[in-house]
């Protein structure tokens, strides 16, 4: 019986990677959105994210004198497959991002990046202009620009005294 040829082998089915200080940065993340952000998330979490292969685009929410702005990290997907919707208070994004058509003769050793379609939800700390948002899409990285809504200030009432 012939011995069949393969390339290099590891003992074990898996490769493994030793990043010993993700773990510090999720810590820290984790405690700064649990008592500083005002910016509750409907998302899975980054931790439940590793055991499940659903696709969670990373989000970034930064906040400007004017503007919120949502950067989302979307490779591999086109401008027509993501859906944004916008009100006052929140902005939802909905898409799908297509894996490749597997051939028979591949098979993978490793295979890290998820594919699926996805909804996430964030409230916004205050109130935007649904009517002004712009959304730019360039290199697998989509940007929503949501302009702030004005703040109007408290009228102050005058109380008269009757006698």
């Known amino acids: 019986m012939a011995r069949e040829k393969t390339l290099a082998r590891r003992e074990r ?6 990043e010993p200080w993700n ?3 999720d810590m820290e993340r984790m405690f700064r959105e649990f008592f500083v952000s005002p910016v509750p ?6 931790w439940m994210r590793e055991f499940t292969t659903e696709y969670t685009p990373e989000v970034d ?5 004017e503007h919120f702005v949502l950067t989302v990290s979307v490779p591999g997907m086109e401008k027509d497959d993501i859906d944004i919707d916008v009100t006052k208070e929140g902005i939802t994004l909905t898409g799908e991002r297509k894996s490749e058509e597997e051939k028979p003769e ?12 996805f909804k996430v939800s964030y409230a ?16 697998g990285i ?21 006698d």
């Open 13 to 18: 089915a898996e490769i493994e990677r030793l």
């Open 61 to 65: 929410l930064r906040e400007t004198e």
């Open 106 to 117: 591949e098979k993978y050793h490793v295979r890290q990046q998820c594919y699926g379609a």
């Open 23 to 25: 773990t510090f940065r």
């Open 41 to 46: 998330t409907y998302r899975t979490p980054q």
């Open 124 to 139: 916004l700390p205050s109130e935007v202009k649904p009517e002004d948002v712009k959304a730019t899409y360039r290199h």
């Open 142 to 162: 989509l940007e929503v620009t949501m302009p702030k809504a004005e703040v109007t200030e408290a009228h102050k009432v005058k109380v008269d005294v009757r």
